[in-house]
């Protein structure tokens, strides 16, 4: 097992070396992202490594995510790179983005809470850096206070949990933890919100979501494709290992949570229709598509942990190829308005096909990851109560709609005088699109490995 994870880490460290460049990142990138497909189906029994390192089919799966998105974000911020006052700026940008891929990569590996905590809450140092130094409007640094209050504050009451299950079972092992699970019953209560607090503050889940518009509006290209794609699966990764270690059972309290959220992400699909900023608009759908994922966790059932989990994968890959989309418009209107960048088909329409593309993928249609995913999570939340119907066919007919008003407003009508062709800068986005795009459509020939 020893040498299966160094092999993983040898290909991650390869593709962080700066000097290998773009084209060698993607290439030991596509050699780890086989290599853990070839592990996912073989070890979906949790495998310690060592005293503070073990993994299962999930790490794995968040890991390969790992790798992905910061080659999105990579690829596409070139012109970040190329615009920043000297070249030790632009190196500092990547080596910010390695180490929060570092910091995650290795989180998602751990196998006890104190340690699991520290990352958890170090990821928002480098990130806060990213959106502090190479954020586009002044009021970045107001976003990155607000990101560090909404999460400091809801991981405090986390950490004094830990240490409190610390202090009465003498260990903070994840497999003892689990072997102890008769021993919690009192997490039922209160004590149960403190601890998953901190991770719904992450996700977000409604009503503590505050932060993360304001933190994608403010942040460069490349901290916004990393916020979606893996930042927020921190949140998800943290509740998945909860509800896995200490073996909860459904509650009056998980059953408000579950309401709320599905509710939230009825109302975010409500708020995406208002918006005419694209940056903003993408971040409130991902809102919505976390309140999903949440719900499929919480419904306590395999598989809709599973399906949970897999959601999870699915937008961390199309909500930053939306991002890459929307700073590609960007270069060519020099606005985020959506009002202002409309037409784009006239000029660009290979562009607009991406476009078409992952909106109809961000809605959830076959053959897609998301498609599969939302259906068993939809399905395990009904089985649970015919109730939760109500707002699943609210969220599906919303997110269907603002989809289409997004595809339909940037990229057809009457072409605005603010967009002009910038054809040394439109080509890096295809790289970060095309196998985001084959992943997200051909990912249900491995559904057994995501899902099993």
Same mark, same amino acid.
């Given at each position: 097992?020893?040498?299966?994870?160094?092999?993983?880490?040898?290909?991650?460290?390869?593709?962080?070396?700066?000097?290998?460049?773009?084209?060698?990142?993607?290439?030991?990138?596509?050699?780890?992202?086989?290599?853990?497909?070839?592990?996912?189906?073989?070890?979906?029994?949790?495998?310690?490594?060592?005293?503070?390192?073990?993994?299962?089919?999930?790490?794995?799966?968040?890991?390969?995510?790992?790798?992905?998105?910061?080659?999105?974000?990579?690829?596409?911020?070139?012109?970040?790179?190329?615009?920043?006052?000297?070249?030790?700026?632009?190196?500092?940008?990547?080596?910010?983005?390695?180490?929060?891929?570092?910091?995650?990569?290795?989180?998602?590996?751990?196998?006890?809470?104190?340690? %699991?905590? +520290?990352?958890?809450?170090? *990821? $928002?140092?480098?990130? @806060?850096?990213?959106? =502090?130094?190479?954020?586009? &409007?002044?009021?970045?640094?107001?976003?990155?206070?607000?990101?560090?209050?909404?999460?400091?504050?809801?991981?405090?009451?986390?950490?004094?949990?830990?240490?409190?299950?610390?202090?009465?079972?003498?260990?903070?092992?994840?497999?003892?933890?689990?072997?102890?699970?008769?021993?919690?019953?009192?997490?039922?209560?209160?004590?149960?919100?403190?601890?998953?607090?901190?991770?719904?503050?992450?996700?977000?889940?409604?009503?503590?979501?505050?932060?993360?518009?304001?933190?994608?509006?403010?942040?460069?290209?490349?901290?916004?494709?990393?916020?979606?794609?893996?930042?927020?699966?921190?949140?998800?990764?943290?509740?998945?290992?909860?509800?896995?270690?200490?073996?909860?059972?459904?509650?009056?309290? %998980?059953? +408000?949570?579950?309401?709320? *959220? $599905?509710?939230?992400? @009825?109302?975010?699909? =409500?708020?995406?229709?208002? &918006?005419?900023?694209?940056?903003?608009?993408?971040?409130?759908?991902?809102?919505?598509?976390?309140?999903?994922?949440?719900?499929?966790?919480?419904?306590?059932?395999?598989?809709?942990?599973?399906?949970?989990?897999?959601?999870?994968?699915?937008?961390?890959?199309?909500?930053?190829?939306?991002?890459?989309?929307?700073?590609?418009?960007?270069?060519?209107?020099?606005?985020?308005?959506?009002?202002?960048?409309?037409?784009?088909?006239?000029?660009?329409?290979?562009?607009?096909?991406?476009?078409?593309?992952?909106?109809?993928?961000?809605?959830?249609?076959?053959?897609?990851?998301?498609?599969?995913?939302?259906?068993?999570?939809?399905?395990?939340?009904?089985?649970?109560?015919?109730?939760?119907?109500?707002?699943?066919?609210?969220?599906?007919?919303?997110?269907?709609?603002?989809?289409?008003?997004?595809?339909?407003?940037?990229?057809?009508?009457?072409?605005?005088?603010?967009?002009?062709?910038?054809?040394?800068?439109?080509?890096?986005?295809?790289?970060?699109?095309?196998?985001?795009?084959?992943?997200?459509?051909?990912?249900?020939?491995?559904?057994?490995?995501?899902?099993?």
């Amino acid at each position: 097992m020893g040498g299966i994870m160094g092999t993983v880490i040898s290909c991650f460290v390869i593709y962080c070396i700066p000097n290998s460049g773009i084209l060698g990142s993607v290439a030991w990138g596509f050699s780890s992202i086989f290599i853990m497909l070839d592990l996912i189906g073989l070890s979906w029994f949790y495998c310690m490594v060592s005293g503070w390192i073990g993994f299962d089919g999930v790490s794995l799966l968040m890991a390969m995510l790992v790798i992905l998105v910061p080659m999105m974000s990579l690829i596409s911020s070139v012109s970040d790179y190329k615009l920043s006052d000297s070249s030790s700026s632009s190196s500092d940008m990547g080596e910010v983005v390695y180490l929060i891929s570092l910091v995650c990569i290795i989180f998602f590996f751990l196998s006890n809470w104190m340690d %699991f905590y +520290f990352f958890f809450e170090f *990821s $928002l140092l480098p990130t @806060f850096w990213l959106i =502090l130094k190479w954020g586009y &409007q002044p009021e970045r640094l107001q976003a990155g206070v607000l990101m560090l209050m909404y999460t400091v504050c809801g991981s405090l009451p986390l950490l004094i949990i830990i240490l409190l299950i610390w202090n009465e079972s003498f260990t903070d092992s994840f497999l003892l933890m689990k072997l102890m699970s008769g021993n919690w019953e009192y997490f039922q209560s209160w004590t149960c919100v403190l601890m998953i607090l901190g991770f719904l503050v992450k996700l977000p889940v409604y009503l503590v979501h505050g932060w993360l518009p304001k933190a994608h509006v403010e942040a460069p290209l490349s901290g916004s494709m990393i916020l979606a794609g893996i930042l927020l699966k921190l949140g998800g990764y943290g509740l998945f290992r909860f509800v896995w270690v200490f073996e909860m059972k459904m509650s009056g309290m %998980f059953m +408000f949570i579950m309401v709320i *959220s $599905l509710w939230g992400g @009825f109302m975010s699909g =409500l708020y995406c229709l208002t &918006q005419s900023d694209l940056k903003a608009l993408i971040a409130y759908s991902s809102i919505s598509h976390m309140a999903l994922g949440l719900g499929g966790i919480l419904s306590f059932y395999e598989c809709g942990k599973m399906a949970g989990m897999c959601l999870f994968f699915a937008h961390g890959l199309c909500s930053p190829a939306l991002f890459s989309l929307a700073a590609s418009v960007y270069d060519w209107s020099h606005s985020r308005s959506v009002l202002l960048s409309k037409g784009i088909l006239r000029v660009f329409p290979l562009f607009s096909v991406f476009w078409f593309l992952m909106c109809i993928i961000n809605m959830g249609i076959p053959p897609s990851l998301n498609f599969f995913s939302e259906i068993f999570c939809a399905g395990s939340l009904v089985y649970l109560s015919v109730f939760f119907m109500i707002p699943l066919v609210l969220m599906c007919l919303f997110t269907g709609i603002y989809c289409m008003f997004l595809y339909s407003v940037v990229n057809h009508g009457t072409c605005s005088k603010m967009v002009k062709p910038v054809f040394n800068l439109s080509e890096r986005y295809l790289y970060s699109l095309v196998y985001s795009l084959g992943i997200l459509m051909g990912g249900f020939l491995f559904l057994s490995c995501f899902m099993m």
